[in-house]
């Protein structure tokens, strides 16, 4: 039997069939665009303005109304998020690439100090020497498959390296960093204990009392707001671990003072790597290197064997043990040859290269695979 249709039936019939053809072959009537999504590492999951999208990188997500978008790509097994704003627009692909990967940024500070104010304070010769020759061993090393290089590196050398000076560029060396991030604090310079607390000594250091020295709360506090991994390293010289130089104002000579720096330094590190109330500080916490121990003095003297000025012994032996101003295949403390010289190594290596001096480093923390220089 037929039946008649009315015009508005067929309308809609006719309607209905074309939307689904517009939606078979993907075609709409209302504009739309499109975005392609990458990441390294591949298999992120993709969400738009907080919803789940069931897709994961790579992925192109198709009709999309055209707009601003909250685009959140997550790693599920390693908890790495990233998000950022993007804009649609219609008739458009918008292609957009995250590196999930984090990239470890390298920071360093280093601070001489052979000039002070006091007249009552003797002058050292190798500090700003030393400082040059340690920037070298930074500016020539490389981490990641020489993909990353320092990215900071500043100095304070003599009558700038006052005790506000130091306070200050710590923090804005450091400004930046991040968890995962290495700042490397070099301090070469006298050094002064009074059996309980030690200190460093800037520029601006009085000869009659600790005033205006650093103590090594004071430093570990400030370098333990860094986030990331702090490396520590300290060639502290007493009067008597200079050659012909004795400085009795501040009775530094005995053995016991002597050690008490290096246990004291050791010791405020250790607390801040544990202290957990302090937000920002990443668990891996310090890495510190320290130019003596025990009834030990730090020796400087004349004439590199490379560039012929004046240097200590202990920052000296750790350039050379990352191949000062030749900077080839193998450094010398690199054991394994694997272009990785660890804290362990440089160590050992500077521990036994100043046998003959009866200076022994002090590291913490000890046998660590921490990695020192890469290059």
């Known amino acids: 039997m037929f039946v008649k249709k009315s015009p508005i039936s067929i309308i809609f019939t006719l309607f209905v069939l074309l939307i689904s053809s517009f939606l078979i072959t993907g ?11 990458t990441s390294n590492p591949s298999g992120a999951s993709i969400y738009l303005n907080g919803s789940f999208s069931g897709k994961v990188t790579p992925s192109l997500i198709s009709n999309l109304f ?29 292609s957009i690439h995250f590196e999930l990967i984090t990239q470890t940024e390298y920071r360093a500070l280093f601070v001489g100090v052979d000039e002070y104010k006091d007249p009552g304070i ?47 560029l710590i923090g804005s060396t450091f400004s930046n960093a991040e968890d995962s991030d290495v700042s490397y604090f070099y301090f070469s310079g006298h050094g002064w204990s009074d059996g309980n607390l030690s200190t460093l000594l800037p520029h601006d250091a009085l000869a009659v009392d600790t005033s205006k020295d650093i103590n090594v709360d004071e430093l570990a506090s400030v370098l333990g707001d860094i986030p990331g991994i702090k490396v520590v390293i300290i060639d502290s ?13 501040r009775e530094i000579s005995q053995s016991k003072n002597l050690k008490q720096i290096n246990e004291n330094v050791l010791e405020s ?33 004349l004439n590199h064997p490379v560039d012929g000025n ?9 350039c050379e043990g990352c191949d ?26 500077i521990n036994n290269s100043l046998i003959y001096l009866d200076q022994d480093v002090q590291v913490y923390p000890q046998n660590s695979s921490f990695v020192f220089i890469e290059y």
Request: hydrophobic share 35%; charged share 20%.
């Open 27 to 37: 075609c709409l009537f209302i504009p739309s665009g499109s975005l392609y999504i």
């Open 66 to 94: 055209p707009g601003s978008y909250l685009l959140e790509l997550t790693l599920e097994d390693s908890s790495i998020s990233r998000e950022e704003n993007i804009d649609i627009f219609k008739n458009q692909l918008t």
């Open 122 to 168: 003797i002058d050292l010769k190798a500090p700003s020497y030393d400082v040059d020759r340690m920037r070298q061993v930074f500016e020539n090393s490389h981490y990641s498959g020489e993909e990353t290089t320092f990215s900071v590196m500043n100095n304070l050398i003599g009558e700038q390296a006052t005790r506000s000076n130091i306070l200050q």
């Open 237 to 249: 010289c007493y009067s008597g671990g200079f050659i012909g130089k004795d400085f009795s104002n």
């Open 269 to 301: 590190f250790s607390l801040y790597d544990n202290l957990l109330v302090k937000n920002n500080l990443a668990s891996d916490g310090f890495k510190v290197i320290t130019s003596a121990k025990g009834a030990q003095v730090c020796w400087e003297t």
């Open 310 to 318: 004046p240097f200590a012994y202990f920052s000296a032996s750790l």
């Open 324 to 349: 000062y101003n030749d900077f080839s295949f193998p450094a010398p403390a690199d054991t394994n040859l694997d272009r990785q010289i660890t804290l362990e190594e440089i160590y050992q290596y």
